[in-house]
């Protein structure tokens, strides 16, 4: 049975590991010269089918239209992203990655992996599977029951 003590100091460990994630990360980000926000819209642009617009990134990103603005201009001033005219309609502008962008989100990737292995590294390969596990029942909101 849990308490609202118990629960509060789950969230509170849970609240200090993403702050160590993220502390490790933006450590191994640095070098590379891109914020944290940057690389969100870097790793959104690559996830579409076909360039995106501005529209579709502050939605996909639940920001405002300025803010994606202000980081593309970001990315495109260090040759991550250009902004290429719509084959169908001129008057829209969509985000494309380069190939420079898509070298710094593979460099990304591993400075993610690389956090993730600093922080599971005193973990056995039990106690990964175990917290995989876990985790997805919180990511997913909805534990399987075993019965």
Same mark, same amino acid.
């Given at each position: %049975?849990?308490?609202?003590?118990?629960?509060?100091?789950?969230?509170?460990?849970?609240?200090?590991?993403?702050?160590?994630?993220?502390?490790?990360?933006?450590?191994? %980000?640095?070098?590379?010269?891109?914020?944290? #926000?940057?690389?969100?819209?870097?790793?959104?642009?690559?996830?579409? $089918?076909?360039?995106?617009?501005?529209? $579709?990134?502050?939605?996909?990103? $639940?920001?405002?239209?300025?803010?994606?603005?202000?980081?593309?201009?970001?990315?495109?001033?260090?040759?991550?992203?250009?902004?290429?005219?719509d084959p169908t309609n001129r008057r829209?502008?969509?985000?494309?990655?380069?190939?420079?962008?898509?070298?710094?989100?593979?460099?990304?990737?591993?400075?993610?992996?690389? #956090?993730?292995?600093?922080?599971? #590294?005193?973990?056995? #390969?039990?106690?990964?599977?175990?917290?995989?596990?876990?985790?997805?029942?919180?990511? $997913?909101?909805?534990?399987?029951?075993?019965?």
């Amino acid at each position: %049975m849990n308490t609202p003590d118990a629960d509060g100091v789950l969230a509170e460990q849970l609240l200090r590991l993403t702050r160590r994630l993220h502390r490790i990360q933006k450590r191994q %980000m640095d070098p590379l010269g891109i914020t944290p #926000a940057q690389a969100r819209l870097l790793r959104t642009v690559v996830s579409y $089918d076909q360039p995106p617009r501005m529209a $579709d990134l502050a939605t996909r990103l $639940d920001v405002v239209p300025r803010a994606v603005t202000s980081l593309v201009d970001g990315l495109e001033g260090n040759g991550w992203v250009r902004r290429v005219p719509d084959p169908t309609n001129r008057r829209v502008v969509r985000i494309e990655i380069t190939d420079t962008g898509r070298a710094t989100l593979a460099s990304l990737r591993g400075a993610r992996r690389s #956090a993730a292995e600093d922080v599971l #590294a005193p973990l056995t #390969a039990e106690q990964r599977e175990v917290l995989g596990g876990l985790l997805s029942v919180l990511v $997913d909101g909805s534990p399987e029951r075993h019965c």
